[in-house]
């Protein structure tokens, strides 16, 4: 195989000129020609991380590539790299660039996920630009005859201090030529004094093409001579264990349409030449199911999870929750209930599979080219350095959404066809085959003194995990239920999220996972199950709030004692220009009333506030969120833009995912399959969003992606409660609810 | 079957079943980027084209129904902009398209087919629209990332700069 060869035996100029401007080519923009780095592309990773030579590359036109392993999924997470690595490099934003993400490219930095780029990509995308450019400074000191300490950077041009004329360029030092440097991540980093880059609103690189219409979704992707692929699958998932199982298939079903069935295992799908005969093959194909029925349905849901034989581990454990509620003055006790989730993303996943005897290509949007290879590599039976993993960026996905199922599922058709094949999962694949954001039920205790001070805290969680196999996988290999009920992949209860913020000696959370088998699908969903905490939680302090007859922002304040919880709070509260009041104490007349409430949350790190000032139509049950406002403390902030555009994506979604998303099910399968049975807010029902960012250039930055969904749902239930004087304990908020639970009052 | 069909001010001859949507003939025959798939059911909004001006989801559009009518995808906005304006030329993005980019409003940016698309009918139709009016206007396109607010602030600072009130 020659340099210009791939593993799968055609070149990369044949992709490169395959006509139109959508085709499939492997990235080669900023990988230099030439030297030892020539072999990036043809080489599977993971590559020797403490080799700097993995990270960055000094170009001969005076610009650096940095090899970012974080994926951009529309958060602006790159920038935010880019960023990091030009301030370090002592370059203008214009000099530096990231190419797509590719396992035989770019190092394994592990999943873009926990909202974690900036906050653990951040330090190792400084620290190794720091030492480029030391190495950089070493090679000026040579050439220009002088010691690093008299030397100045300015847009990759080194000079002597004072001397600006003796000077020579980056690209000049080492154009395209590799460093041969360790990264010993000693290299001084730069004072934080000195940003320039970092800590400013530099526009998102992705935006104009964005804008323009010009941007390559994966969706966009085609290849030479591919196919096009569909699942066929009963709609909407079973039963997790039960899977989908082909009684018979009955072939003359599409005896008119030009396209063939695939079959592996139990997995069917269906490829064509054309798109449109592959979708129409796949509704045609008549295929009998195994029968089954062992869902609950949304009726049963939260009495099968309580009586479930459930692994239980305690989360925190402080002092003797107990005994502090025998003395306490009042204890405010209920059971929550928390919906299972879709991600459904706004376009349905995307990917292309090339797979022949040499090797498989596959497309996807994944979150984890690495761990996506891994995958793979089982389901093909093919070592895993023989599956070279590319992600292009899809439609926003908040979690693990389909897309290793459809990576998968494109990547088995093409083994079977002997031809890529693109597959795009169809509207209710997406909706009915999702790997959830998981129920939850929480019977939730707190007690107060007789000043108003939390003295107990009581918190019992019961949801169950994550970490599956794909159904692609399970669906191929015939391989048996996988699940994690305990550890960290489990999405156990999250200590943060659950009274963390508030100063309790004797508090104790326990978190009581549930077995997947049985229920739905599950897996992390933005702010995984931190809405369902912060609605449980958040409404049991507000409730302690009335009991103490205090101003729910007063209540909070008295019971913090971390500065920085203290700060997001006041931030957002200033922004809302609070007035104190005790909660649902002026309760107005008339049909539409409102209500304003307040509420703290998080996910693992970062510290999120929100207010809510919301409108109930007592008679339609409607709930408008008419303004939010939010704050976030997430540490050294590199793009306070980008930032703000998170607060308020998260604001939006979580408005969303309170007043209206649910999966719904019956015992054999989802049922919410489309925009119609799984409504998320629309343009004529968004709120208006301030949002706040709190920078603190000081601390190490922390997530931001995710931190202020938990807050907002608290802030809009007990907005809710500021309104009507009544608890919602289920969400969504529906219409139905909220007229069921303002008659249990009248 | 083929089929005549002007895309964009030039006229193609698509060959297709009788049944195809429109979507997947701009998306396949013509690789346009414009629009693209989200639903299939004309629920969300992100294969919108301009039919005639008026905004259709091509989803649901039989490629059979747009003969002999004026179809705009994304990528002909500019020139239809110039169009309705009685500009000589062009320009490089619709002021929309601008707007988008100087509010960074894109996230994942998939649904901007549609919320350009859509948004610009408005503005054609209603220069100055109300903001009750662009949440009416806009109801039929969703947005999973949230960027609702940012699609409001971008239709207002393109309508103002359109009538010249700023730049």
Redesign the interface.
């Known amino acids: 195989m020659s340099a210009h060869q791939t593993a799968l035996g055609f070149s990369r100029r044949d992709l490169l000129k395959g006509g139109?401007?959508?085709i499939v080519g492997f990235s080669m923009a900023g990988v230099p020609a030439g030297g030892a780095l020539a072999a990036r592309g043809d080489v599977a990773g993971p590559f020797d991380m403490s080799a700097i030579d993995t990270w960055i590359a000094i170009h001969a036109d005076n610009t650096a590539t940095v090899y970012l392993g974080k994926g951009e999924?529309?958060?602006?997470n790159t920038t935010g790299l880019l960023q990091i690595a030009a301030e370090e490099l002592d370059l203008d934003m214009s000099q530096v660039r990231s190419v797509q993400l590719d396992t035989n490219v770019v190092p394994n930095q592990g999943a873009t996920v926990s909202s974690a780029s900036i906050e653990r990509g951040g330090p190792q995308i400084r620290a190794a630009a720091a030492e480029a450019r030391r190495a950089l400074l070493n090679l000026a000191s040579t050439r220009l005859a002088m010691q690093v300490g008299s030397l100045v950077v300015n847009n990759g041009i080194v000079s002597i201090d004072g001397h600006q004329a003796q000077s020579v360029s980056y690209g000049a030092l080492l154009g395209d030529k590799p460093f041969n440097v360790k990264f010993t991540g000693t290299a001084p980093q730069k004072a934080i004094t000195r940003y320039k880059v970092v800590g400013t609103n530099v526009?998102?690189v992705?935006?104009?093409e964005?804008?323009?219409?010009?941007?390559?979704?994966m969706?966009?992707l085609?290849m030479p001579g591919m196919l096009h692929g569909r699942v066929v699958r009963p709609r909407g998932q079973r039963a997790y264990g039960v899977g989908a199982k082909p009684l018979a298939i009955d072939e003359s079903s599409i005896k008119d349409i030009p396209a063939r069935i695939v079959r592996k295992g139990d997995f069917v799908g269906v490829v064509a030449e054309?798109?449109?005969?592959a979708?129409r093959a796949s509704r045609a194909l008549k295929v009998t199911w195994q029968e089954t029925s062992a869902l609950p349905g949304n009726a049963d849901l939260f009495t099968r999870m309580r009586a479930a034989k459930t692994s239980d581990v305690t989360i925190v454990d402080w002092g003797d929750a107990e005994k502090a509620f025998a003395k306490a003055a009042h204890v405010s006790t209920a059971t929550y209930y928390c919906p299972y989730q879709s991600h459904?993303?706004?376009?349905?996943n995307c990917a292309i599979g090339d797979v022949g005897p040499n090797g498989a290509l596959v497309i996807s949007s994944t979150q984890d080219i690495y761990g996506s290879r891994d995958m793979l590599a089982e389901v093909l039976s093919l070592p895993v350095n023989k599956v070279r993993v590319q992600y292009v960026?899809?439609?926003?996905t908040?979690g693990r959404s389909c897309y290793e199922d459809c990576a998968q599922a494109a990547a088995v058709m093409s083994q079977a066809v002997g031809k890529p094949v693109r597959v795009?999962f169809?509207?209710s694949d997406e909706h009915g085959w999702d790997d959830y954001g998981p129920a939850h039920l929480a019977d939730v205790r707190a007690g107060i003194d007789a000043n108003g001070k939390i003295v107990a805290y009581q918190y019992n969680g019961w949801q169950h995990g994550w970490l599956i196999n794909e159904t692609t996988h399970e669906l191929v290999l015939n391989t048996p239920p996988k699940e994690r009920t305990t550890g960290a992949m489990s999405i156990p209860v999250n200590r943060m999220s659950t009274g963390s913020m508030y100063q309790i000696a004797d508090r104790r959370v326990v978190s009581h996972m549930v077995p997947m088998v049985g229920l739905l699908k599950g897996a992390p969903l933005r702010s995984p199950l931190d809405l369902s905490f912060a609605f449980a939680s958040e409404q049991t302090i507000d409730e302690l709030a009335v009991a103490a007859k205090m101003d729910p922002l007063e209540f909070r304040r008295k019971n913090i004692g971390d500065a920085r919880w203290l700060g997001v709070l006041n931030a957002a509260a200033q922004a809302a220009a609070w007035t104190p009041k005790i909660s649902g104490s002026a309760l107005g007349n008339g049909d539409v009333v409102t209500g304003r409430g307040i509420g703290l949350g998080t996910h693992h790190v970062s510290y999120g506030a929100a207010v809510a000032d919301i409108e109930v139509n007592k008679r339609t049950g409607v709930i408008v969120a008419k303004r939010l406002f939010g704050a976030l403390d997430c540490g050294q902030i590199v793009n306070p833009?980008a930032v703000e555009?998170q607060i308020?994506?998260?604001?939006?979604?979580a408005t969303?995912r309170t007043l209206k998303e649910e999966v719904l099910f019956d015992k054999e399968g989802v049922t919410s399959l489309?925009?119609?049975s799984y409504p998320?807010?629309?343009?004529?029902e968004?709120p208006?969003?301030v949002t706040v960012v709190v920078q603190r250039l000081d601390e190490p930055s922390s997530g931001a992606g995710e931190e202020v969904m938990g807050a907002t749902t608290a802030a809009i239930a007990n907005a809710f409660y500021d309104a009507t004087g009544v608890r919602l304990r289920q969400f969504p908020l529906t219409p139905d609810r909220v007229k069921a639970a303002l008659a249990t009052r009248t | 079957m083929e089929y005549q069909i002007t895309v964009n001010g030039t006229a193609r001859t698509v060959i297709a079943n009788p049944d195809t949507p429109l979507l997947y003939v701009l998306m396949n025959e013509l690789s346009l980027k414009g629009p693209r798939f989200g639903c299939g059911l004309a629920q969300c909004g992100s294969c919108s084209v301009l039919l005639d001006g008026v905004e259709v989801r091509s989803c649901i559009t039989p490629v059979a129904d747009v003969q002999g009518r004026a179809l705009t995808t994304l990528e002909g906005l500019p020139a239809l902009y110039a169009q309705q304006k009685g500009l000589a030329q062009a320009p490089a993005m619709h002021p929309l398209q601008q707007a988008f980019i100087d509010v960074q409003a894109p996230q994942c940016g998939y649904c901007y087919n549609g919320m350009t698309i859509k948004g610009s009918e408005l503005l054609a139709k209603i220069p100055k629209p109300t903001e009750a009016e662009i949440r009416t206007h806009m109801d039929g396109h969703l947005c999973r990332c949230g960027t609702y607010p940012r699609v409001m602030k971008a239709i207002q600072l393109a309508s103002s700069r359109i009538a010249g009130e700023i730049r």
């Open positions: 139109g401007a959508l999924f529309g958060q602006g526009p998102r992705d935006i104009p964005k804008a323009a219409g010009t941007y390559t979704h969706q966009h085609r054309n798109e449109w005969d979708i459904a993303p706004f376009g349905p960026e899809g439609s926003g908040f795009q169809m509207r833009a555009a308020m994506g998260q604001m939006i979604q969303s489309d925009w119609m998320v807010l629309r343009f004529g968004h208006e969003v």
